[in-house]
């Protein structure tokens, strides 16, 4: 697109020699210097803003210019472009020999030499540059992140039972994965994730894939897809998937495109494979390897148990050689012999012992006979004092000796008449039996038995 002024004009810009002599600085007599040319065509020339699609053929950019300066062509020109280093550097596009670039500027004239240059405001990768400027900042920042690190990859399964493959169900990809377990490791399970590898969506599909078959217990995951153009990998380049994949429980293997081709997915996977097919043979050992492999720990155990039935063997003819084994009371002959002296020994002492214990036990028997009457003397004594104590002490002794005892209609005794009042009730207890009696009169003593005062119902 071509403008004059503002780029979204449209508008050609002519100029013919009748422009420039009715522009007012010459006359048609005077002719122009050299120099008054060159800056009439430059002010003409940068006055027009262009838009243009080329190859880039070379590139020179050298530590200390001011500018960087390429060239660009198609299949019938060239055209010399100047770049100023602060543009150069916004535009974040790294020139190299073969991208196809879209060039916004104005072209110039370097008056000294006499040649013109594009003066480029701004460049953008095109077509299929664009896109790998993309993948290329991607893969940058994953990098820094380390999840394209060596070290982070873990390693593969040897012989896993089950495997997830997540890849388009109509491809022949699919058909090559399954063809190629089959016949080599036939014994493991398959989840297969159908999901779509191409568009704007794929993404999503192959995330929601993985975590289906993670999710269905596969011990590793297959992502592949077979071979196309850079465009129709991109869904493979893609920053979340790419996450996703380093993010996974289980080791991710990838078999994208063809053997050229190199994805993100790639990248950040635990194994790269080449195709579709290579990444099924990477997770699945050959018949033929487990064959040999088989052979080999059958001929190891073999071996190992005949060296262990050889070894019992020997020790089993080593213990046949002991006299115990030969003659069996030969085990138990010093314990036989000290039983027996023991029962020797206890024979001869039991009769003496029993004879000690029944002169011991007699003797024992007349002392205590003899000590009786002096042990229970003197308890026999106390106990005759007390028993005298107690008979002085009995009520029952003070009332035979005419003393009574006096209580109310509730068995309370009553030692003081002020505890009885006239008509009253009382109980009086006596040593042969009671007495019903009614308080007739209350007298009051002093303390020689004389009346204080005689009180009468």
């Not at 670039?101 to 953008?124: C, H, P, Q, W």
């Not at 993985?210 to 995951?221: I, L």
């Not at 028993?387 to 509730?410: C, H």
Request: charged fraction near 20%.
């Amino acid at each position: 697109m071509v403008s004059r002024g503002c780029p979204t004009t449209g508008v050609s810009p002519t100029v013919t020699q009748n422009n420039i002599y009715e522009s007012g600085e010459n006359s048609a007599s005077t002719a122009l210097s050299v120099s008054a040319a060159m800056a009439l065509a430059k002010r003409s020339l940068e006055s027009v803003t262009v838009r243009m699609l080329g190859e880039v053929s070379e590139v020179s950019i050298k530590a200390g210019y001011k500018a960087a300066y390429f060239t660009v062509k198609d299949s019938s020109a060239s055209l010399p472009c100047m770049m100023w280093n602060n543009r150069y550097r916004a535009c974040g596009v790294q020139l190299t020999v073969g991208q196809m670039v879209e060039l916004e500027g104005r072209f110039t004239l370097y008056a000294a030499k006499g040649r013109m240059n594009f003066d480029v405001f701004s460049i953008t990768l095109a077509g299929e540059g664009n896109l790998r400027l993309k993948v290329a900042n991607i893969a940058k920042k994953l990098q820094a992140e380390g999840l394209t690190d060596p070290a982070r990859k873990r390693p593969l399964p040897l012989y896993p039972e089950k495997i997830g493959l997540v890849t388009s169900p109509r491809s022949a990809a699919v058909h090559d994965v399954l063809r190629t377990l089959r016949r080599r490791f036939p014994v493991a399970t398959i989840y297969l994730a159908g999901v779509p590898v191409e568009g704007a969506q794929a993404p999503v599909g192959i995330i929601d894939g993985m975590r289906c078959v993670v999710n269905a217990g596969s011990q590793v995951v297959l992502v592949v897809r077979g071979g196309g153009s850079f465009e129709d990998m991109m869904p493979f380049n893609d920053e979340n998937l790419a996450r996703a994949i380093a993010a996974c429980p289980v080791p991710v293997v990838t078999g994208i495109g063809h053997e050229v081709d190199t994805a993100i997915a790639d990248m950040v996977s635990d194994f790269r494979a080449s195709t579709p097919t290579a990444a099924a043979e990477a997770v699945s050992p050959s018949r033929e390897s487990l064959d040999v492999l088989f052979q080999s720990q059958a001929d190891a155990l073999a071996t190992g148990v005949r060296r262990i039935i050889a070894a019992q063997k020997a020790f089993v003819e080593r213990a046949s050689d002991r006299p115990a084994f030969r003659d069996p009371a030969f085990l138990f002959a010093s314990e036989a012999q000290a039983l027996d002296t023991s029962i020797e020994r206890l024979n001869r002492a039991m009769p003496a012992v029993l004879e000690k214990n029944a002169i011991f036990i007699a003797t024992a028997r007349q002392r205590l006979v003899a000590s009786g009457p002096h042990i229970t003397e003197k308890p026999q004594a106390e106990l005759s004092r007390n028993a005298a104590r107690l008979d002085d002490l009995s009520p029952i002794k003070t009332l035979a000796r005419g003393y009574s005892v006096t209580r109310d209609e509730n068995g309370k005794i009553i030692s003081s008449i002020n505890q009885t009042e006239i008509g009253q009730r009382v109980i009086v207890s006596l040593a042969d039996g009671r007495l019903d009696c009614k308080v007739g009169g209350i007298d009051e003593i002093d303390l020689f038995g004389r009346n204080k005062e005689i009180n009468h119902g």
